[in-house]
């Protein structure tokens, strides 16, 4: 077990690249399982998830090499169509090899998938859609069950822009007999990656970034060589580590309009931000304000994926703000760590006040979650004294070098084993 000893109070300067999206990379190596040819992924960030995520694979049968940054998966003599429950329990995108399976293999069967503990995650839009294409599905035992002839496309309106459940739709689509409709789909860049991951693999899809996509079947796919799309929630967290710390960073990699809200509040809270094309630019000196209300919603709304890093920031700003989590029940769950160093935060259900104070110190604290981690480490960063963030492994799931990459930009940051 490891932990991060941080010296806070320094300023950040210097230039950042990010790392691929993990919430793009893990579906596309689920997607990799629809053709017996080649597929190679470029520059996948060595994260627990991509690791995981490939171990499925290989238990499928798939032949999974990492070759530095870039991973090749063959497929070919994949014949499983069951995921064992180990490695289901540890990786919530896991769900997504259902679709790929039935495509594959016109059966799947995987246990409830797992990650971090932010609440419940009901798979019922997922299932409810493979059934609109024709599958049956039995839940008994902890197993979710799924079998079918044939898929053929449907018309299938979701209730909610459910992210996984679009990701999914798409992968048990993309050979089923005619036409599908996804009416009330999620619009996040990473179900563009997929539809453009898909389309250069021989797919027909057009769409994704819209409420509305539409798939024409096709008989078969081909392997495929892919650079996918940067990962903004990265970004973002280096951006909001700036903003805490003070000092002046440029972002590699993401377009400002995959952060659009986020860079509002950080203009907001008194950070100047300068974009061009995938380069983002942020300076930030003496004390920021709060902002008055942050909501989480899905894109292109406040990412729920930096609602604790935001949380963060506000809690050494001058102000009171509002934040409402609106997709997940359980995302507080770091609140109490950050009051160990001195944050004045007050949990309601879904809201969270926050009473700005001029600085926190040191601690030790515990991450529960990726992103909740992620926000103690910002906080540590900006806080006076020292601080060590326990159980890393949450981190590790999300980010690659996180040490190694703050310390570039000037942090007092290292990691020890315990």
């Known amino acids: 077990m490891d932990k991060f000893v941080i010296d806070g109070g320094r300023r950040l300067f210097g230039t950042i690249r990010a790392q691929s999206a993990k919430n793009s990379v893990l579906p596309l190596l689920a997607a990799s399982i629809l053709t017996e040819q080649r597929v190679t992924i470029c ?37 499983e169509h069951r995921i064992s429950s180990a490695l289901t329990k540890e990786l919530r995108s896991s769900v997504f090899m259902l679709g790929s399976l039935l495509t594959r293999f016109h059966r799947a069967a995987c246990a409830y998938p797992g990650g971090c503990d932010i609440g419940l995650r009901p798979i019922d839009l997922h299932l409810n859609a493979l059934k609109r294409l024709g599958v049956e599905i039995e839940e008994h ?43 009330g789909a999620a619009k996040e860049p990473e179900i563009v990656d997929l539809q453009n991951f898909l389309n250069r693999m021989g797919a027909k899809i057009a769409g994704a970034g819209t409420d509305t996509i539409e798939i024409e079947g096709v008989e ?5 060589e892919y650079r996918p799309m940067k990962d903004r929630i990265e970004a973002g967290t280096y951006l909001i580590a700036c903003a805490i710390c003070g000092g002046e960073i440029e972002v590699e990699g993401v377009r400002g309009d995959c952060l659009g809200l986020l860079l509002h509040k950080l203009r907001e809270n008194g950070c100047k931000i300068h974009v061009k094309n995938d380069r983002i630019r942020i300076a930030s000196y003496g004390r920021l304000k709060c902002n008055r209300k942050i909501e989480t919603m899905p894109f292109p709304g406040f990412p729920t994926d930096l609602q604790a890093q935001a949380t ?3 809690s050494v700003c001058e102000g009171c703000a509002l934040i409402v989590e609106n997709l997940f029940e359980t995302r507080y769950k770091y609140v109490p760590e950050l009051k160990k160093m001195g944050a004045d935060i007050e949990v309601n259900g879904r809201n969270a006040f926050v009473r700005g104070v ?4 040191g601690a030790s604290v ?53």
Do not use: W
């Open 43 to 79: 520059e996948t960030p060595i994260i627990s998830d991509v690791t995981c995520m490939a171990q499925i694979l290989r238990e499928l049968g798939a032949n999974v090499q990492f070759n530095g940054e870039n991973v090749t998966i063959d497929s070919a003599d994949a014949s």
């Open 366 to 418: 515990t991450c529960c979650d990726l992103r909740g981690g992620a926000a103690l480490v910002l906080a540590a960063l900006g806080a006076e004294g020292v601080s060590e963030v326990l159980d890393l492994a949450y981190l590790d799931r999300g980010y690659s070098d996180l040490s190694g990459q703050l310390k570039n930009l000037g942090a007092e940051i290292k990691r020890v084993r315990i």
């Open 312 to 314: 963060a920031l506000n």
């Open 141 to 183: 035992d902890g197993y979710i069950y799924c079998a079918c002839d044939r898929l053929t496309g449907a018309e299938i309106v979701l209730d909610f822009p459910s992210v996984g459940a679009t990701e999914n739709i798409l992968l048990a689509a993309v050979k089923a007999q005619g036409r599908t409709v996804i009416e």
């Open 220 to 224: 078969r796919l081909g392997g495929i």
């Open 358 to 361: 001029k600085s926190l110190h």
